[in-house]
């Protein structure tokens, strides 16, 4: 599952600014999980508190940009 989505935006002919042709943004993980199966693995306690959820399937790390 990819989390980043790609969009290509209109281009006017008559914009007053340069374009940006390609935009990116990324869709968080439980858009894709309707409910919670039994069974789900888990990130140990530790782990858990560092990326901010319990569960490896709804991680999504955080990557900015360099502007």
Do not use: H
């Amino acid at each position: 599952m990819d989390q980043v989505k790609v969009w290509y935006p209109y281009v006017g002919p008559c914009d007053p600014c340069p374009p940006i042709k390609v935009k990116t943004y990324v869709t968080p993980p439980n858009l894709y999980i309707r409910y919670q199966p039994p069974g789900l693995p888990q990130f140990s306690p530790q782990e858990a508190l560092c990326r901010g959820t319990l569960w490896p399937a709804l991680y999504s790390p955080y990557e900015g940009k360099n502007t």
